[in-house]
């Protein structure tokens, strides 16, 4: 069964602290990981990663696709009140079927 | 934003009841996605249609179905609502194809079951 499994479920930390969340996944053909940032209602996405795109960054966010170990890192540095949400991986099988983790629920407090 | 709207934003049924959800994909999308999120989880796959065909099924019984319109527009239908059926219902729509693109999401539909 293709699973998604992100950890810590919950993360408080103060502004300008640098944290780390982690996805890691069992599927059978994997396509892309891709990592959303969820603070209301609907998903935003951050990031795809691909086997040809293994990293990928934008200002303070940044993600790394470790194949081998079937896993993504996703860091957040000098982190913000506005970063507060709920980040949720997902990753791709084909067919354009997606299958999502639990999320980590960061709060950044002042 | 991402071009995706859903409808309607709230909704209150009764046990036993039936519920259609409305989704409008991105323009040019011709793929969409429907995912029950319950309260602290991560989305869980209903179904994916393309070109109004269904593409996929997650593990949801035969009394979640689903349309796809020409105009790639999309209705969710639930019959015989439970209680375990209240969540946030999301659309997602996308690109089609043997490439990977990534999903664009609609604001959801709060569906509460009584």
């Known amino acids: 069964e293709d699973k998604v499994v992100q950890s810590p479920l919950s993360l408080v930390v103060h502004e300008g602290d640098t944290v780390t969340l982690n996805c890691s996944y069992e599927?059978?053909?994997?396509?892309?990981l891709l990592w959303y940032k969820q603070e209301k209602k609907a998903p935003t996405f951050l990031f795809m990663l691909?086997?040809?795109?293994i990293e990928k960054k934008s200002g303070r966010l940044s993600s790394i696709l470790d194949k081998k170990e079937l896993s993504s890192i996703l860091n957040i540095t000098a982190t913000q009140t506005g970063d507060s949400a709920i980040y949720l991986c997902?990753?791709?099988?084909?067919?354009?079927?997606?299958?999502f983790g639990t999320g980590t629920s960061l709060t950044v407090i002042p | 934003e991402t071009g995706v709207t859903q409808s309607p934003t709230h909704l209150i049924k009764t046990r036993g009841q039936q519920v259609t959800l409305r989704c409008s994909s991105q323009?040019?999308?011709?793929?969409v996605s429907w995912y029950q999120q319950a309260l602290g989880q991560g989305p869980q796959f209903i179904f994916q249609?393309?070109?109004?065909?269904?593409?996929g099924r997650g593990n949801f019984p035969p009394r979640f179905s689903g349309l796809q319109f020409p105009n790639y527009s999309s209705e969710l239908n639930v019959n015989a609502l439970e209680l375990d059926d209240s969540a946030l219902y999301l659309c997602?729509?996308?690109?089609?194809?043997?490439?990977?693109?990534?999903?664009?999401f609609g604001p959801g539909t709060r569906l509460t079951v009584t």
């Open positions: 691909t086997s040809s795109g």
């Open positions: 249609y393309y070109r109004e065909e269904e593409n």
């Open positions: 997902a990753v791709e099988v084909p067919g354009n079927q997606f299958y």
């Open positions: 599927v059978t053909n994997f396509r892309s």
């Open positions: 997602a729509s996308s690109l089609g194809g043997v490439s990977s693109y990534e999903q664009y």
């Open positions: 323009s040019g999308h011709n793929t």
